[in-house]
């Protein structure tokens, strides 16, 4: 039997295969959207998977301003921000970040499950999310995927 048969094969950026898919968040429950769109963006669901390589797909999220928070979590929940002054620690509940901008709920559960470090933030950069049902990337011929 030849051993050298069987390599094993490690994604680069000129290998990959990145697709583009869209998923409707529409009445879809937060955190387990966000985990499911993080193993995509992060190419985990790939054969092909190198954890240091960016081989994740490119997602769009639509209808983000119809996403479900479970319990009490719309009031309850806080996000923690620091402006860099003395006294300078902002909280802001789910409940007035939907009523401003309802695409950085998504984005906020999204980047806190991917990696720490230059990979995660690189990452982090094929998300797109918009609030309505309308998204400017047609040309690129997404596929729709339900979770």
């Known amino acids: 039997m030849n051993t050298l048969s ?16 869209v998923v409707d968040a529409e009445g879809e429950i937060l955190g387990r959207l966000a985990s499911n769109i993080a193993k995509v963006i992060r190419g985990k669901h790939k054969p092909t998977f190198t954890p240091h390589v960016d081989c ?6 639509i209808n ?17 921000r620091y402006t860099g002054y003395p ?11 939907m009523a401003k901008f309802p695409e950085r709920i998504i984005e906020k559960a999204v980047r806190g499950m991917l990696p720490k470090n230059r990979l995660g933030r690189q990452l982090f950069k094929n998300l ?19 979770f």
């Open 64 to 80: 983000a301003d119809k996403i479900r928070l479970t319990g009490n979590k719309l009031g309850d929940k806080v996000y923690v």
């Open 87 to 97: 006294g300078g620690q902002r909280f802001v509940s789910p409940k007035e970040l």
């Open 128 to 146: 797109y999310v918009y609030a309505g049902t309308e998204h400017k990337h047609e040309a690129q011929n997404p596929k729709p995927v339900k």
């Open 6 to 21: 069987y390599k094993t094969v490690s994604a680069n950026k000129n290998t990959v295969n990145k697709e583009w898919i």
């Open 56 to 61: 994740g797909d490119n997602v769009i999220v």
